[in-house]
């Protein structure tokens, strides 16, 4: 299995502005993904993140507004850009081994 | 697109009892189904992962079916326990090449286990 960890837990942040939520996983997997989840709804998918190359976007979901990393095999990082208060969720990371997936424990986002 | 449902959305049960929650998905074509629980302000934990050509799995007090041809699967609870309450979401991952690693979720059953 695979340990994930996020920073920050939780945040609020000002309209206008921009978050960068962290992703570390304490071993290698071979896909890493970021959710969404808005309250009181299931997760929604934003993307793949890709080891050194552009991330893989769900329908909905463009680069301009969700800038994705992912230098390594265990790092990546989530960028919510120029938010609003629709923006308020709790984003998941998570890594799939051996086609499993596995959890961080969310960030809190709320957007005033 | 893959749509997952499940059901119920809510269910309130007294300690001890055995209980099944549903989950129903569009496409039958998928890779795996993986059931997963979620505690307020937690991540997720991996209960049961059923490959596509598997029919059910089971851990502990815990034992996933999966029905491909239907599009269904179920999870059942022996003998519950306050512990168990928590939120249940199902996922599946469809089939193909570049998407079998790629998970969508059902909308989940809030389990609440009376003492």
């Known amino acids: 299995s695979a340990v994930i960890s996020q920073k920050p837990s939780r945040d609020i942040c000002q309209r206008g502005t921009s978050l960068t939520i962290q992703c570390q996983v304490d071993?290698?997997?071979?896909?890493m993904f970021w959710y969404r989840q808005q309250p009181g709804q299931s997760l929604t998918l934003i993307a793949t993140a890709n080891q050194g190359s552009e991330a893989t976007y769900e329908s909905g979901f463009v680069i301009d507004k969700f800038p994705i990393s992912r230098p390594n095999l265990t790092f990546s990082t989530l960028t919510v850009s120029n938010m609003s208060p629709e923006d308020s969720s709790i984003y998941l990371c998570?890594?799939?081994?051996?086609?499993?997936?596995?959890f961080g424990p969310g960030t809190r986002l709320t957007v005033l | 697109k893959q749509e997952v449902t499940q059901i119920p959305a809510a269910l309130s049960v007294p300690e001890g009892e055995n209980l099944v929650l549903n989950c129903s998905f569009t496409?039958?074509?998928?890779?795996?189904l993986q059931w997963f629980r979620q505690d307020p302000g937690k991540g997720l934990t991996s209960l049961l992962l059923?490959?596509?050509?598997?029919r059910e799995q089971t851990s502990g007090r815990l034992n996933a079916s999966l029905d491909k041809s239907s599009g269904r699967s179920t999870l059942y609870i022996a003998a519950s326990q306050p512990g168990d309450s928590a939120t249940y979401l199902c996922?599946?991952?469809?089939?193909?090449?570049?998407?079998?690693?790629?998970?969508?979720f059902g909308s989940g059953t809030k389990l609440n286990v009376k003492p």
């Open positions: 996922a599946v991952s469809p089939g193909g090449v570049y998407n079998f690693n790629k998970f969508y």
């Open positions: 496409d039958s074509a998928i890779y795996n």
């Open positions: 059923i490959q596509s050509s598997q």
């Open positions: 998570s890594g799939e081994s051996y086609n499993e997936q596995f």
């Open positions: 071993s290698q997997v071979t896909m």
